[in-house]
């Protein structure tokens, strides 16, 4: 994680808790299979209300279309009936549960709805894991001052992580069956963070 944003989200963190690890995230780029990873836009929150004004919407605009950040028919669509799970095992699909299950939630809270440019990042502390949003400018990459909590996870309901395949695309994997999709960066960060984390050669457990 870089510095300046390691530090800003460490001088945030809630009294008693301590910093043990964090990256960034943001929606993987493979999986588009016919029930992706991409969130309806209804269940993606909005963040950073106070920041990008004017200028920062007509970007945002821009931006969302330049990157593709809009919906699909396949977001309309969930696969949670647990008799489908082992055909999705074996599909080594992006995504498997309803937008109501844990995976659901966090890829939710992995593709916030922003009129500024942000850092989306998961933060591990000694009691959670954490989501937090930190605005940065697109063009220059500069970090405002906001540091913005979201979606909090026990650290006991993740039970396992996997890649996907040979790209920056993991598979988080929770304790009621269900799992999700992300890209995670530095790759270095997530490894340190989860150094269980097992290969796209081994099934989805």
């Known amino acids: 994680m870089w ?6 989200i460490v001088a945030a963190l809630p009294r008693g808790e301590r910093f043990v690890g964090g990256f960034s995230v943001m929606r993987a780029a493979t999986g588009r299979d016919a029930v992706s990873c991409d969130v309806p836009a209804q269940r993606r929150p909005r963040v950073l209300a106070g ?4 200028w920062g919407a007509l970007l945002s605009g821009f931006f969302k279309g330049a990157v593709n950040d809009v ?5 309309r669509e969930s696969v949670e009936d647990p008799a489908g799970r082992p055909e999705r095992q074996e599909r080594n699909a992006s995504f498997f549960g309803g937008w109501d299950s844990l995976a659901g939630q966090w890829l939710a809270a992995a ?3 922003s009129r500024a440019g942000l850092v989306t990042a ?9 989501f937090v949003y930190v605005p940065s400018r697109r063009l220059t990459g500069r970090l405002g001052d906001t540091v913005e909590w979201g979606a909090c996870f026990s650290r006991d309901v993740l039970a396992w992580t996997r890649r996907r395949d040979t790209s920056l695309d993991v598979q988080f994997g ?3 069956g269900s799992w999700g999709t992300v890209t995670v960066a530095p790759e270095e960060d997530f ?4 150094p269980g ?3 796209h050669l081994v099934p989805i457990p």
Do not use: C, H, N, Y
């Open 71 to 75: 919906g699909s028919p396949s977001t």
């Open 174 to 176: 929770f304790t009621d």
């Open 191 to 194: 490894l340190k963070a989860f």
């Open 3 to 8: 510095p300046d944003l390691e530090e800003k």
């Open 111 to 113: 593709q916030p709805r």
């Open 51 to 54: 920041e990008g004004g004017l």
């Open 122 to 130: 998961v933060v591990l502390t000694d009691r959670q894991v954490r």
């Open 197 to 199: 984390t097992l290969s």
